[in-house]
C-alpha cells in the first residue's frame, strides 16, 4: 500500500528560477538530490511552495516531468494538482501521464469559498476521475474555507482518498480526525512548527517547508516522534525551531528560498508578486543557519 511509502517527512519543493525568471532545473536537480540524500521519505512537486500558481502549463508538466525523471524512482513522489475548478482540474487529471508519479496533492477549493457539501463533491469528482490515489489538502489560511472533521471523514470513506494533509492548525479538528479516521487513512501535517505535537496525537508524518532545507535535522525529529522518543524529537524541534518563524516570517517561499541560497543549492527568486526576504530578515537567517 502507498500509505506505507508515504509515512513520516515528505516536502514541498521550490520551484527554483533563474535571475530572468526561467526555470532554474539545475538548482531543481541539485534540490532534488539534497532531499533525498537528506533522508527524506518523499518528494511534492508543484505544490504551494513550488509557486505552482505562478507556473503556466507547460512549465507545470516540464517541472513535473523533470523532477520525475532526475528522482529515478528513488522515494515516492506526489504532484500538486489542484484548484477552484472542479472541471478544470479533472481536465488536468485527464491529460498527465502519472508515470513515476505515486499520489495527488490536490487543495480544497478556493477563492470562491464553497459549502461542505461543495467541497465533498468536488473531491468526490476528483477521486473518481484521478488516475492515482488522491491526498486531500486542508490550508484555510489560503483556501478561505475549512473543510470540517465531518467532511473529511465522508471523504476517507472513498477509495481513492488516501489521506490529507492538515494545515488549519486546530488542534480539536486533528484529535477529532485521529479519533474517527479509517485505520489506513494518512494524517499529515501541514504545519511545520507543530508536526511534533500532531504525531503525538496520532498523525502519520507531515509535508514539509522547513525539511527539505534542513532534512537531516526534521527527518530525524519526524523518526523519532513516530517512535516515540520524544525526548530526542524536543531536542531537535527547538534545534530548528527559531528558524522555522523566520522561514514562514516574510511569507513561504521566500524564507526557505533564502535558506537554500544561503546552502548554495538553489536560488532565492521569486516570481512576482512574491517579492525577497528584508535585509534586516536574511541577517538574522544567515546567523542563525550558520549556527546550525
Do not use: W
Not at 515528505?10 to 538530490?33: K, M, W
Not at 502519472?98 to 469528482?125: C, M, R, W
Amino acid at each position: 500500500m502507498i500509505q506505507s511509502k508515504l509515512r513520516g517527512t515528505g516536502v514541498a519543493l521550490v520551484t527554483p528560477f533563474n535571475q530572468d525568471g526561467s526555470v532554474d532545473f539545475a538548482g531543481l536537480e541539485r534540490l532534488i538530490n539534497y532531499c533525498i540524500e537528506g533522508g527524506v521519505e518523499y518528494l511534492v512537486s508543484l505544490g504551494t511552495t513550488g509557486e505552482s500558481v505562478n507556473l503556466d502549463k507547460e512549465e507545470k508538466r516540464e517541472v513535473l516531468n523533470f523532477t520525475i525523471e532526475k528522482n529515478g524512482g528513488r522515494v515516492p513522489l506526489v504532484a500538486g494538482f489542484g484548484g477552484n475548478s472542479t472541471h478544470q482540474v479533472i481536465k488536468d487529471l485527464q491529460q498527465y501521464h502519472f508515470k513515476g508519479v505515486d499520489a495527488v496533492l490536490s487543495v480544497s477549493p478556493y477563492y470562491n469559498k464553497p459549502t461542505q457539501e461543495g467541497i465533498f463533491q468536488h473531491y468526490k469528482a476528483v477521486a473518481a476521475e484521478s488516475p492515482v490515489p488522491v491526498i486531500l489538502y486542508n490550508v484555510p489560511g489560503r483556501t478561505s474555507s475549512n473543510m470540517q472533521a465531518a467532511t473529511t471523514l465522508r471523504l476517507a470513506e472513498i477509495p481513492n482518498i488516501i489521506g490529507m494533509k492538515e494545515a488549519s492548525g486546530d488542534f480539536a479538528q486533528c484529535m477529532q480526525l485521529v479519533k474517527n479516521k479509517p485505520k489506513d487513512f494518512l494524517l499529515i501535517s501541514g504545519d511545520d512548527n507543530i508536526t511534533l505535537g500532531l504525531i503525538a496525537y496520532g498523525f502519520d508524518g507531515v509535508i514539509s517547508v522547513v525539511g527539505q532545507a534542513f532534512p537531516k535535522i526534521f527527518t530525524d525529529m519526524v523518526r523519532a516522534s513516530l517512535q516515540g522518543d520524544f525526548a530526542t524529537a524536543r531536542s531537535l524541534h527547538f534545534k530548528l525551531n527559531d528558524i522555522t518563524d523566520m522561514l514562514f516570517a516574510e511569507g513561504n517561499p521566500a524564507g526557505v528560498k533564502y535558506a537554500l541560497h544561503l546552502q548554495k543549492v538553489c536560488s532565492d527568486h521569486l516570481r512576482l508578486p512574491l517579492v525577497g526576504l528584508s535585509d534586516a530578515l536574511k541577517k538574522r537567517m544567515e546567523l542563525a543557519v550558520s549556527g546550525l
